[in-house]
């Protein structure tokens, strides 16, 4: 998402700068002067002899300045060096191992976070304005930063006081993030990032530095959803713990203990989550110094310091060392714990060499994990064809089982059927004697019967003609019969017509 603004004018952004001064430490009259003068040195001709003789008396003052301002401080600081660099940073950043020295000796606290800005590089007036828009622009994560405000830092009265301007701080710095990089949004680590920062420069600066330590230090990949940043990191401190302490990578693997248990915090908030803020100071000097490689050299040199305790520890009471324990010996030390940091050689050419083997390992995770899902795909299809071949199986058993029974009982049946055709056969022999015997037998036995049924026949035929001639007479007799009736009829009518003229005629 890109967030829409104007330039600010100089003076729309220093009234800006002073509102907000109350969410960051106040700045010192002192440190405004430095300021003031810087700013003159830096737009100054210094071709111009005069301004060349002016310029030396300036930094003479800006080194009295801070001479002044840090006659409490324990340290025997090179203030000419440190005048030379807030006056001039390109030039004396050219002396990379001079300012290297002097960074390891320490940052003088009254300027740490104008250095850190210098070292970074983060100073940006269009980012600064930037950042007043996005306090002004929802976040998808105002509820969770608001939660975790009181986490963080609990212990440290610029944080702890709820509403408290330190609580502020962390809220607009982690949610302008929040809406500045959607991908990454917000994770709680964040905020213990811009802790050390708000605590050395104002919130608008915090901000500009925490977008250079996400982008060129690298700490962005500790936070996107797949966190891929943070493998890298913690494939590399592996390594390096294996390579520099042989002995406490082999106890810790004994003790199953692995570095995401303890290390991931170290990566995520630069060893801010737990351990003092003095020693953290010192380890943000190195890392916007050197660049990543610092955490792994403080990394190695706390286990090395406490290789011996390490060792003598189990499980639990290991774990819970390693995540509070390790740096309580340079509680009171700081330019101990750098010197021993710097004692390890850790090369940029040493991490790229690590992170291109995590990325061919990777690379083989990945091909040997999209084998396994390929050979777990084909492993469930070959138990649903084994599945479906023992569920065949089985149906052909029950069908051979159901044949076998069908086969003895066909077999049952045939030895019947055997047994019933042995028996016809017996009744078939039988049958056809009783046939071949049986015409004579029937011509015997029939033939006195046929005769007198003969005999009787020839009787019924006589004794049937004659009642055929006696039927002939009889037809004879009733048509005379008939005939005679129907005369009869005849005369009857012919009467009964005469009788009924009689009538007519006698009047009746």
């Known amino acids: 998402m890109v967030v829409e603004h104007r330039t600010l004018s100089s003076e729309e952004r220093q009234k800006r700068v002073i509102q907000r001064r109350s969410v960051s430490q106040p700045m010192l009259g002192q440190e405004n002067s430095i300021l003031q003068q810087m700013e003159q040195l830096n737009v100054a001709n210094t071709n111009d002899p005069k ?21 409490s401080v324990g340290y025997d600081y090179d203030w000419d060096f440190w005048a030379g660099l807030l006056c001039d940073y390109e030039q004396t950043r050219k002396s990379k191992k ?9 940052i003088p606290p009254s300027i740490r976070g104008m250095v850190w800005q210098m070292l970074s590089e983060s100073k940006n007036h269009e980012l600064q304005d930037k950042y007043i828009d996005l306090l002004n622009t929802p976040s998808a994560y105002e509820k969770m930063i608001q939660r975790d405000l ?35 949004g ?4 964040l905020a213990f990032v811009v802790g050390p920062l708000l605590l050395n420069m104002p919130d608008d600066e915090a901000f500009c530095v925490l977008v250079k330590l996400m982008n060129n230090y690298g700490l962005r990949g500790h936070f996107t959803p797949d966190m891929e940043g943070l493998h890298v990191r913690l494939y590399q401190f592996d390594a390096l713990v294996e390579e520099y302490l042989p002995h406490v990578a082999r106890h810790l693997q004994q003790q199953t203990i692995t570095s995401t248990m303890y290390a991931s915090q170290w990566f995520m908030t630069l060893f801010a989550y737990k351990f003092p803020l003095e020693l953290v100071f010192r380890i943000y000097d190195l890392i916007l110094t050197e660049g990543v490689r610092s955490i792994f050299q403080f990394a190695i040199a706390v286990l090395k310091r ?23 010996e340079y509680k009171d030390d700081d330019r101990q714990l750098v010197a021993d940091a710097c004692t390890f050689d850790i090369t940029v050419k040493r991490l790229n060499q690590l992170e291109k083997e995590h990325k061919q390992q990777q690379a083989k995770e990945v091909a040997d994990a999209r084998t396994l899902d390929q050979l777990q795909k084909n492993n469930v299809e070959l138990r649903a064809q084994v599945k479906e071949i023992e569920t065949t199986t089985l149906s052909v058993e029950q069908e051979r089982k159901d044949i076998c029974i069908q086969l003895d009982k066909s077999r049952a049946d045939l ?15 039988l049958l056809r004697d009783e046939v071949k015997s049986l015409p004579r037998r029937i011509e015997s036995q029939c033939r006195t019967e046929f005769e007198d049924l003969c005999t009787e026949n020839a009787k019924l035929v006589e ?16 048509i005379d019969i008939k005939m005679r009736y129907a005369q009869s009829e005849n005369e009857r009518g012919e009467l009964q017509q005469k009788l009924n003229e009689m009538k007519k005629l006698m009047g009746i």
């Not at 917000?186 to 680590?189: A, L």
């Not at 406490?306 to 309580?328: A, C, R, S, V």
């Not at 004794?463 to 009733?478: C, F, G, I, P, Y």
């Open 150 to 184: 009181a986490r963080t830092f609990p212990g440290h009265k610029f944080f702890k006081e709820r509403d408290g301007v330190g609580q502020e701080g962390l809220y607009n710095v982690v949610r302008a993030y929040s809406v500045y990089d959607q991908e990454v």
């Open 186 to 189: 917000y994770c709680q680590g």
């Open 51 to 71: 301004v060349r003789m002016l310029s030396s008396m300036k930094r003479k003052s800006i080194r009295q300045s801070l001479v002044n301002q840090n006659k």
């Open 306 to 328: 406490n290789e011996t305790t390490i060792l003598g520890l189990d499980f639990e009471h290991l774990l819970n060392f390693l995540k509070n324990g390790l740096f309580e």
């Open 463 to 478: 004794k049937n003609s004659v009642l055929e001639d006696q039927l002939a007479n009889l037809e004879t007799l009733v």
């Open 98 to 106: 001079f300012l290297l020295h002097n960074v390891e000796l320490g």
């Open 415 to 429: 030895s019947h059927a055997y047994d019933e055709q042995s028996s016809l056969n017996d009744l078939v022999g």
